[in-house]
């Protein structure tokens, strides 16, 4: 009776190294949120504040692949260090401040006097497989709206699909989508004829309603 218990006791024991051994590490990635951007010419008097970004709640801190029109799915063991909208809103917030198109940005949302509010969406962040090749696939929605009504005044939607080179690569091709879909943001920002012109109309309207009072 003795030698049976040992003998489950060493299998139980082995079994629980074996599990022990088996199991595997969690990796942790980011993307590379620190922006590119040429200081524009002439910057907009008008202060900014960036709202927190949307996001589905499949984006949050697994890694998302997608195969084919309907498959998705979540790996394991592969996870995003922040969630996605927490990375995005730095790299909007960075490129934005670095541009300089705006005088004030305000990425804490204590700006009770600020001229427009940014919002923003996300609706694609991810890896996507189709056949031997991966693609990082990352789509964006922008809109500026006028903080004293709500009216929305410019809006903004780009995607980018980056080839993943490599297996262990997908943040750096993410890191690239990403870059390239703000890069065009801020280019379609500064040259854009009804941001630039919001600061005399916010003015007209202003002068208004102070002639009303």
């Known amino acids: 009776m003795k030698q049976i218990y040992m003998s489950v006791s060493l299998i139980l024991l082995s079994a629980v190294i074996i ?3 088996s199991t595997l590490p969690t990796h942790f990635y980011r993307i590379a949120t620190d922006p590119d951007m040429n ?39 592969s996870r995003w260090i922040a969630a996605p909208d927490e990375m995005i809103r730095r790299s909007l917030i960075d490129a934005l401040i670095e ?22 969406e996300i609706i694609s962040f991810d890896q996507v497989l189709e056949g031997e090749v991966n693609f990082a696939d990352f789509g964006l929605i922008l809109e500026f709206s006028r903080s004293d009504t709500g009216a929305p005044v410019w809006s903004y939607r ?56």
């Not at 005088?103 to 009770?112: A, K, L, M, R, Y």
């Not at 297996?167 to 801020?186: C, G, Q």
């Open 19 to 21: 599990s022990c051994g």
């Open 39 to 77: 200081k524009v010419d002439q910057v907009i008097p008008l202060k900014v504040e960036v709202n927190s970004v949307r996001a589905p709640d499949r984006y949050r801190d697994r890694i998302v692949y997608r195969r084919g029109e309907y498959e998705y799915g979540f790996y394991e063991y």
């Open 99 to 120: 541009a300089g198109i705006f005088s004030t940005v305000d990425p804490f949302g204590n700006n009770s006097d600020s001229d427009l509010d940014l919002d923003s």
């Open 158 to 213: 780009a995607k980018e699909r980056i080839e993943q080179q490599g297996e262990e690569s997908f943040a750096a091709a993410m890191s690239e989508a990403v870059k390239k879909v703000i890069t065009r943001a801020i280019v379609e920002i500064e040259k854009s004829e009804k941001l630039r012109g919001l600061p005399g109309m916010l003015k007209k309207g202003e002068a208004r309603m102070s002639r009303e009072k």
